[in-house]
C-alpha cells in the first residue's frame, strides 16, 4: 500500500506542481496593474531589421505599415534570406534596406538576424528592432520598446494575433492560447521574476545586448533560445504592454504546422534548460533565473491539460480501489483553479479572439494536438520552416 501511495504521489505530483505555477502566473498577468509610469525621454536612432525568406507577397506592405509607424530617421533592413522569389526587390520599391544572403548549408531565422547584424554593425543604431516579415507594429509601439530599452535590457512588445470569429474553433482557441501566453502569462511572469520571454517579434534590444547576443543559430524556437541565454547572463527582458506587434493567424493547416514548430522549440528548450536555469537561480538567489525555470516546468497549455487529466484518472482509480484520494484531491483542486483562472483570461481578454461557441469545442482542440505530442516523442521538428502566409503559392 505504501509503495502505491509513493507511486499516485509521483504521478500526481508533478502535473500539479506544473499547474500552480501556471495558476500563480494567471492570477499575477490578471492583477490590476502596479502603476508604473511610462517610460519617457527621447528616442535614439532606431533600426528595424526584418528576416524575410520568400515574402514577395506581403514584404512590401509589412514595410508600408512599419514606415507609417516608426519615428522619422529608423531605418528598415530587410534581410533576404535564402530568398527564391523577388522579395528583395519589392522590400527595396517599398522603401526599405536590403541585405541578400544566401547559404543553403545554414538556414533559419537566427542566421538571417546574425547576417543583419554585421550589416547594421557598420553604422550602429542605438535600438534594434525585430520584427517579423508578416508582422505589424502598432503606433507608438517603437517609441515604447527604444524607451525601455533604455534600462539596458531587451523589450519585448506584446505578440498577438488578430482576431477572427469567422475562423475555424480550433484556430481562435489556438490564438487564445496564444493570447495567455504571450500576454497573461508572460506579464505573470514579469511580475512574479522580473523578467520576460523573448516572442520572436517585437523584441527590441540596445546595440551593446544585440552585438554580443548568441543570434546564429538553426534552432527552432531561437527567440526563447535567445531569452534564456540572457537571463542567465544577467541580462532582463522588459516586457512592454503599451507596444504591440500583430499579425493574422495562419490556416488550420498552416496553424498546425507551426504550432508544432514553436512547441517542439519549448520543449526541447525546456527538458534542456527548465531544471539548470532552476538550479541555477536558486543558488545564485536569482529571481529572474527562478521564475524563469519555473516557467519552463509549465508545458504548453493543451499538453498541460492533457497530462493533468490523464493524471488525475489514474490517481482517481487508486483513490476508489485503495482508498488514496489526498493525491487525487491535490491535483484535482489544482486543475479546477487552472481551469477557473484560464477561464477569468478569457472573460477579461479573450472574449474579442474566441468565441464562446467555439470555446466549447477546447476538448476537440486538446485531442487535435496529441499528434503534436506524439511526433515530439518519436520524430521532433528540428529544423525552421517558414510558415505559409495568406496569399502564398
Not at 12 to 32: F, K, M, Q
Not at 242 to 260: C, F, H, I, N, P
Not at 273 to 300: C, E, F, K, N, Q
Amino acid at each position: 500500500m505504501v509503495l502505491i501511495e509513493i507511486l499516485a504521489w509521483l504521478i500526481a505530483g508533478p502535473p500539479a506542481l506544473a499547474l500552480t505555477i501556471y495558476t500563480l502566473e494567471i492570477a499575477a498577468g490578471l492583477a490590476g496593474a502596479r502603476g508604473r509610469p511610462p517610460a519617457t525621454g527621447p528616442v535614439g536612432p532606431a533600426a528595424i531589421l526584418i528576416p524575410a525568406h520568400d515574402e514577395a507577397a506581403g514584404i512590401a506592405a509589412t514595410v508600408a505599415g512599419l514606415k507609417d509607424v516608426a519615428p522619422a530617421g529608423t531605418r528598415i533592413l530587410v534581410v533576404a534570406d535564402n530568398c527564391t522569389d523577388d522579395t528583395a526587390a519589392r522590400a527595396r520599391g517599398a522603401g526599405a534596406d536590403v541585405a541578400e544572403r544566401f547559404d543553403a548549408a545554414l538556414r533559419g531565422k537566427g542566421y538571417a538576424l546574425a547576417f543583419g547584424r554585421e550589416v547594421l554593425a557598420q553604422d550602429p543604431p542605438a535600438v534594434v528592432i525585430v520584427v517579423d516579415a508578416d508582422c505589424a507594429l502598432v503606433s507608438g509601439s517603437v517609441e515604447h520598446l527604444c524607451r525601455a530599452t533604455a534600462q539596458g535590457g531587451p523589450a519585448q512588445a506584446a505578440n498577438l494575433l488578430i482576431p477572427d470569429h469567422d475562423a475555424p474553433a480550433l484556430v481562435q482557441i489556438s490564438s487564445f492560447a496564444l493570447l495567455v501566453k504571450n500576454l497573461v502569462r508572460s506579464r505573470g511572469l514579469s511580475r512574479i521574476g522580473r523578467c520576460a520571454l523573448l516572442t520572436g517579434t517585437g523584441m527590441a534590444f540596445p546595440w551593446q545586448v544585440f552585438v554580443a547576443a548568441p543570434l546564429a543559430s538553426g534552432d527552432i524556437a531561437e527567440d526563447l533560445g535567445l531569452g534564456i541565454a540572457l537571463t542567465r547572463r544577467g541580462i532582463r527582458t522588459r516586457l512592454v504592454t503599451e507596444a504591440m506587434v500583430r499579425s493574422r493567424a495562419a490556416s488550420l493547416g498552416d496553424s498546425a504546422a507551426q504550432r508544432r514548430r514553436w512547441e517542439h522549440g519549448f520543449l526541447a528548450n525546456a527538458l534542456r534548460h527548465a531544471v539548470p536555469t532552476l538550479a541555477a537561480g536558486l543558488v545564485r538567489g536569482s529571481r529572474p533565473m527562478i521564475a524563469l525555470g519555473a516557467h519552463l516546468l509549465v508545458p504548453p497549455l493543451a499538453l498541460l491539460f492533457l497530462i493533468a487529466g490523464a493524471a488525475l484518472a489514474l490517481v482517481a482509480a487508486a483513490g476508489a480501489i485503495w482508498g488514496l484520494w489526498p493525491p487525487a484531491v491535490v491535483l484535482g483542486a489544482a486543475m479546477a483553479a487552472a481551469l477557473a483562472l484560464t477561464a477569468l483570461a478569457w472573460l477579461r481578454h479573450g472574449r474579442q479572439t474566441l468565441k464562446f461557441t467555439a470555446l466549447l469545442q477546447a476538448p476537440l482542440y486538446v485531442a487535435w494536438k496529441i499528434p503534436t505530442y506524439l511526433r515530439f516523442l518519436f520524430k521532433p521538428e528540428t529544423r525552421w520552416q517558414r510558415t505559409r502566409r495568406e496569399g502564398d503559392a
